[in-house]
């Protein structure tokens, strides 16, 4: 059974960072693009990053350039997003996401969520 589980989720300040983390198992997701999309509140899921498995390439959301990192262990089957800089605006559930090809809303494979809190 694949099962993608998030964690590191929380209650933050506006300024602060949090880490995510999101282990996979049930099978190699090494060739998978993975990433991180988010809801919140009455609005739509989006994108916020991801990463290749061929060359570890990374694009983000423009709303989270220069402030989150993502990166990934293949030999841990775990991706990873750091959040810097928090800003109330980023609170949302984060869902991690994997899939063989590209990275969309229709991404074959999801975590559950983690909540993700920013206080102003």
């Known amino acids: 059974q694949v099962q993608l589980v998030e964690s590191g989720g929380g209650l933050v300040q506006a300024g602060g960072s949090l880490g995510l983390s999101c282990a996979a198992s049930?099978?190699?997701?090494?060739?998978?693009?993975m990433g991180w999309f988010r809801q919140a509140p009455g609005k739509e899921r989006d994108f916020v990053a991801g990463?290749?498995?061929?060359?570890?390439?990374?694009y983000y959301a423009q709303s989270v350039k220069g402030r989150f990192t993502i990166s990934r262990d293949n030999a841990k089957n775990t991706v990873y997003l750091r959040m810097n800089s928090l800003k109330p605006e980023d609170t949302a559930i984060y869902y991690c996401?994997?899939?063989?090809?590209?990275?969309?809303?229709?991404?074959?494979?999801w975590g559950q969520g983690t909540q993700v809190t920013v206080s102003s």
């Open positions: 990463i290749n498995w061929s060359d570890g390439s990374t």
């Open positions: 996401a994997a899939d063989p090809n590209v990275l969309s809303l229709s991404s074959a494979y």
């Open positions: 049930g099978r190699t997701f090494s060739r998978y693009a």
